[in-house]
């Protein structure tokens, strides 16, 4: 139901309106028409400038949003340490009943009371864990299988990277101490004849169909070899995600593997680089920053599981990955030096998130002495991205093959430290602050408790906070009660980094109804750009597989950016939505002022229940903005139409000089609020350009239900 609250009164009395006098009933029905939403600009002069970082993406692990997603490493757990008892992902290629092989995790992690056997196979301090294939008696095709990240993705012509390490054996025989007696059931006598050819593949889960095939050769060596060999895949093969990656042999002994990979082409060819249909997703928004590494990601769920950037560095036999903070382990194929380069593959500055003591068990470290190592490793962190190559840090960057150093403007000091309810991180922010501006006095530092947000968490001690991070994620009638929230924001107070939002509805993407929830408080940011200096989405990616026999489903938060699978990708209504605001936005705020917009009564919740309210609130159903171009004179003005209505709105460009009849318009719309975007139907609701005419001063259009519409208009500069 929509109403105003003129439209209400009217209708209340309609009887007794009928029955009035023939001029009062005139008097009512102009004022039904002036009822029409009139949005009126003042570009009489200049506005406040719109913050050039104003539209940002935040990123970090959850969702499989690098492993199995953007790091496009196609095996997973790779070396072996997703899971410390089983080789999670991993099964056992067995074609002839009558051969008789098996597999075994050796140097499961953490564990000690393992036999030497099994832990004298590291390759080095990262690569502890293993996996042994033992075949005692031939017979068909033996050997191992990955089951990859939901499925390899197979397509035609195209060469991946394999490698793995690997080296040969025959019966073990575990070294005894002095008098220690010999085992009740000893290992059975396996000849070693490992050495020769070692078969890959691609191919069907059932193994009947190979997408693509290669062979190593296998040395006589008890030593570890990297083997590598391109795999390519043939011209007529339809692209599927049912398949797997195969390593068989034909002869018995035992086989050791470690670090084994299979890389699809990437981004620009880079090696250990990004899948590209998701870079050219993002770069498409033209976000202008790129806020990293979390999020929960940052902080781990306990504080030894803290973002280790040092163990991410170089080449991929040192990173032994870590805990994730989302129920899975993260490789660390995505680690500093490649969000850095994700940022130069977007056209993005880095917005560093460093850990600042408090991790997700509740747990913090005091401020003092004990917080010191913490702020070391911040800013050896800071000088490894912006250091120069004379540096520690900076000449590690550039044997790393970055000798330039990266732009960096703003560092974030930990993340939603709200929830340390001990108040610890007022002085734990001042250390890192004080530590941070001393060495780098051009950074800024971000607070992650906001005074508006958080008004009893305040930071006291130290100078106040120059920028803090707000974080929403709401429903979209929340989004429109508060769309205009930032309007009466103190301007003499700390700028705002709303560095999480969203509005939650749809999953694993979000659908249009939280795409207009999202549209109109970004018609509040924008309008309050001198405020809100930056903004970002959250979260950004999402893995859609739901899931199988073999693995868990791959994502772990509802209402998501952009989704994907093995093969495909594509973005939410949110994602057009954002895309638009990114691509279509001025310099400088044009303020505007609105008359007649029509309300709608918001469905009360339990929280206002709680707090007494007993009377729907009313929301505007129409929200806006805009900004201008000052050099090309270019208006972009923002109009949402939140109901299932057409709604005619009266433009009227005040103060304009000059504006060309002809303009553009993109609109996003779609028949009903659920309506979305899938894996299936990506392109459902995307935004539709279309040319009008008739733009003057004044001028009206009618906004399609459930709408976005962005208007693109010329004063002829
Ligand atoms: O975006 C998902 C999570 O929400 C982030 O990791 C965390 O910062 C927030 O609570």
């Not at 393992?114 to 996996?131: K, M, Q, S």
């Not at 707000?470 to 705002?496: L, T």
């Not at 270019?634 to 109009?639: A, E, G, R």
Request: glycine content about 8%; charged content about 20%; aromatic content about 10%.
């Amino acid at each position: 139901m929509i109403i105003s609250f003129e439209k209400a009164a009217i209708r209340k009395n309609f009887l007794q309106v009928v029955l009035l006098i023939c001029s009062f009933w005139i008097i009512g029905f102009c004022e039904v028409n002036a009822q029409t939403p009139a949005i009126t600009l003042d570009l009489s002069k200049p506005g406040a400038n719109v913050s050039p970082m104003l539209y940002g993406l935040m990123t970090e692990e959850i969702n499989h949003a690098y492993d199995g997603g953007l790091y496009p490493e196609l095996i997973r757990n790779r070396i072996f340490k997703d899971n410390k008892t089983v080789p999670e992902a991993w099964s056992l290629v067995r074609e002839d009943s009558n051969s008789n092989a098996a597999i075994k995790l050796m140097a499961p992690a953490g564990q000690d009371n393992i036999p030497f056997d099994e832990r004298r196979h590291a390759i080095n301090g990262a690569l502890t864990t293993c996996l042994r294939l033992t075949v005692e008696k031939t017979g068909g095709r033996l050997g191992i299988a990955n089951a990859g990240f939901w499925g390899i993705p197979v397509v035609p012509s195209t060469s991946y990277k394999a490698s793995f390490y690997c080296k040969g054996s025959g019966t073990i025989q575990i070294p005894r101490r002095p008098g220690q007696p010999a085992p009740a059931n000893p290992a059975p006598v396996i000849e070693n004849n490992t050495a020769g050819p070692i078969t890959v593949t691609i191919e069907s889960n059932d193994g009947k169909t190979i997408y693509a095939s290669g062979t190593i050769n296998l040395e006589k060596s008890i030593f570890w070899k990297k083997y590598e060999l391109t795999l390519t895949t043939k011209t007529d093969i339809k692209p599927t995600a049912d398949a797997r990656f195969v390593i068989t042999t034909n002869r018995t002994g035992l086989y050791f593997f470690n670090l084994v990979s299979l890389f699809p082409p990437t981004y620009n060819n880079r090696p250990n680089g990004n899948r590209p249909d998701l870079i050219k997703l993002m770069a498409g928004m033209q976000p202008k920053f790129l806020r990293f590494p979390g999020g929960n990601y940052l902080e781990g769920p306990l504080i030894s599981d803290a973002f280790p950037w040092k163990t991410t560095l170089g080449s991929l036999e040192n990173r032994p990955g870590h805990n994730g903070s989302w129920g899975y382990r993260a490789s660390d194929g995505m680690g500093l030096l490649e969000f850095l380069l994700w940022c130069e593959d977007i056209g993005a500055e880095p917005l560093l998130g460093v850990y600042a003591g408090y991790s997700l068990n509740g747990d913090h470290i005091d401020a003092g002495p004990l917080l010191t190592p913490y702020v070391d490793d911040a800013l050896d962190e800071i000088e490894y991205i912006t250091g120069d190559a004379n540096s520690y840090w900076g000449a590690k960057r550039a044997a790393d093959g970055h000798p330039k150093p990266f732009k960096l403007t703003y560092v974030e000091i930990g993340n939603e430290d709200w929830f340390d309810r001990t108040n610890s991180y007022d002085g734990r922010f001042n250390q890192f602050r004080t530590a941070i501006e001393a060495k780098y006095p051009q950074l800024h530092c971000i607070s992650t408790i906001a005074d508006a947000q958080y008004p009893n968490l305040k930071i006291t001690s130290g100078k106040k906070p120059e920028v803090m991070d707000e974080h929403y994620y709401r429903d979209s009638w929340s989004m429109w009660e508060n769309a205009s929230q930032y309007d009466k924001y103190d301007r003499n107070g700390p700028k705002i980094f709303v560095g999480e939002w969203a509005t939650r509805e749809g999953a694993p993407t979000t659908n249009l109804n939280a795409a207009l929830g999202d549209a109109a408080w970004m018609t509040g940011m924008e309008r309050n750009s001198d405020l809100i200096i930056m903004s970002c989405y959250a979260p950004l990616f999402v893995n859609v597989n739901t899931a199988t026999a073999t693995a868990p489903k791959a994502w772990q938060w509802d209402s998501d950016l952009i989704g994907y699978n093995a093969l495909s990708s594509y973005g939410s209504p949110s994602y057009y939505v954002q895309k638009l605001f990114g691509n279509y936005l001025g310099d400088k705020i044009v303020p505007v002022t609105a008359a007649n917009i029509p309300v709608q009564p918001r469905p009360l919740t339990r929280r206002d229940s709680t707090s007494g309210i007993t009377k729907a609130p009313l929301v505007p159903t129409i929200f806006y903005s805009a900004t201008m171009d000052e050099k090309t004179g270019t208006i972009y003005l923002k109009l949402v139409n939140t109901t299932g209505k057409k709604q005619p709105v009266a433009i009227n460009l005040g103060g304009v000089t000059k504006v060309l009849p002809d303009a553009m318009m993109y609109v996003v719309s779609g028949d009903k609020p659920e309506s979305t975007n899938t894996i299936t139907e990506p392109e459902k609701i995307i935004p539709v350009g279309s040319k009008i005419k008739g733009v003057a001063s004044k001028f009206k259009r009618t906004l399609d239900a459930y709408s976005v519409s962005v208007f693109q208009l010329s004063t002829g500069k």
